[in-house]
C-alpha cells in the first residue's frame, strides 16, 4: 500500500534555531516529491518539488534532501522564522505508469516557532 | 492563490440537508480534486476528475458526489449531511505530476 509517513508530528523551536523534518515514504515507483507548506486557515502552498534522480534542493532557507534507496525525504529550515510556524506537508506523486492520478499525503508535521 | 476560488468559505447546516461546494479555476488545469482535512488525518482524497464529466473516487468518497461539467468548475455534494462530515474541505488544481495549486478552503459546520 502506498503511504507517506512523516515525523515528528509536533516541533518546537525558538527563533534562529534550524530544525530537519522526516518523510518516509513505500511508493513505488513515483514521479517526484514535494513539500508544502501550510499556514493555519490556508490551504498548502508548495515549497519544494525533486525526481527520483535529485537528491537535494534549495529554496532560500528550506533545503529538501532525497534519497531514494532508502525512500527517505528531510525538510531543513535554517534560522527559523516566527513565519515559519505552519504545518509541513510530504506528497508523493506515483509514477504515470501506475495508472493513477492520485498524490499520496503525508499527515505533516506542525511547527511552531517561539520568540 | 493561483486562479482558484471556492464558495461558500463557511457553512453550517444541519444533519439531513443537502449539501453542494463549488470550486472554481481560471487556469485551465485538467485535474482537479476534493480534499478534506481533518485533525490527526492531514488530507485525504474524497474524488478527483481528470477531465469534463471523468470523475474517480477517492480513500473517502462515501456520502459525497461530485460533478464536473466544464473545465472551469467542480462541484461536492453532500447528498444528506452528517456531523462526521464536519471538516475543512480543500479544492486543488493540477497537471498531473505537477504542483498541485490549493483553493483557501471552504469550512462546514454539521450541527
Known amino acids: 500500500k502506498n503511504q507517506v509517513e512523516q515525523s515528528p508530528q509536533s516541533l518546537i523551536i525558538l527563533e534562529g534555531k534550524n530544525c530537519t523534518l522526516q518523510c518516509n515514504y513505500t511508493v513505488s515507483p513515483f514521479s517526484n516529491l514535494r513539500w508544502y507548506k501550510q499556514d493555519t486557515g490556508r490551504g498548502p502552498v508548495s515549497l519544494t518539488i525533486m525526481t527520483f534522480s535529485e537528491n537535494t534542493k534549495s529554496n532560500g532557507r528550506y533545503t529538501a534532501t532525497l534519497d531514494a534507496d532508502t525512500k527517505q525525504s528531510s525538510l531543513h529550515i535554517t534560522a527559523s522564522q516566527l513565519s515559519d510556524s505552519a504545518s509541513y506537508i510530504c506528497v508523493v506523486s506515483p509514477s504515470f505508469t501506475s495508472g493513477t492520478y492520485k498524490y499520496i499525503f503525508g499527515t505533516g508535521t506542525r511547527l511552531k516557532v517561539l520568540a | 492563490d493561483a486562479g482558484i476560488t471556492q464558495s461558500p468559505r463557511h457553512k453550517v447546516t444541519e444533519t439531513g440537508t443537502p449539501v453542494t461546494l463549488r470550486c472554481h479555476q481560471t487556469e485551465n488545469h485538467r485535474y482537479m480534486y476534493w480534499y478534506r482535512q481533518d485533525p490527526g488525518h492531514g488530507l485525504r482524497l474524497i474524488h478527483y476528475?481528470?477531465?469534463?464529466?471523468?470523475?474517480d473516487k477517492g480513500e473517502v468518497s462515501d456520502g459525497y458526489s461530485v460533478s464536473r461539467s466544464k473545465t472551469e468548475d467542480f462541484l461536492l455534494t453532500l447528498e444528506s449531511a452528517t456531523s462526521s462530515q464536519t471538516s475543512v474541505y480543500f479544492c486543488?488544481?493540477?497537471?498531473?505530476?505537477?504542483?498541485?495549486?490549493f483553493g483557501p478552503g471552504t469550512r462546514l459546520t454539521v450541527l
Open positions: 476528475s481528470y477531465g469534463v464529466k471523468d470523475t
Open positions: 486543488a488544481i493540477s497537471e498531473y505530476g505537477n504542483e498541485q495549486f
